[in-house]
C-alpha cells in the first residue's frame, strides 16, 4: 500500500482554500492527484475546523 502525498487540488479548492493557502496551514498538495473524494474534502473541513478553533484560543489567551 502507498500512501498519498497530500490533498487534490479539487478537493482543497472544494473548501475554499488555495493551494498556496494550503501549504501555509501545513496542508500537503499532490498536484499529479486529479480526483476528488468526498472523504478527504470532509477531512478537510474538520481539519480548517481544528485550526480555527486553534486560532481562536490562541487569539483569547493575549
Excluded at 498536484?31 to 486553534?54: F, P
Aim: charged residues 35%; aromatic residues 6%.
Amino acid at each position: 500500500m502507498n500512501w498519498g502525498r497530500g490533498f487534490s487540488i479539487p478537493e482543497i479548492s472544494d473548501v475554499g482554500l488555495s493551494t498556496s493557502m494550503a501549504r501555509e496551514l501545513g496542508i500537503m498538495v499532490d498536484h499529479r492527484r486529479k480526483t476528488k473524494h468526498y472523504e478527504n474534502v470532509e477531512q478537510l473541513k474538520d481539519l480548517l475546523e481544528c485550526e480555527k478553533a486553534k486560532k481562536d484560543y490562541e487569539r483569547n489567551l493575549r
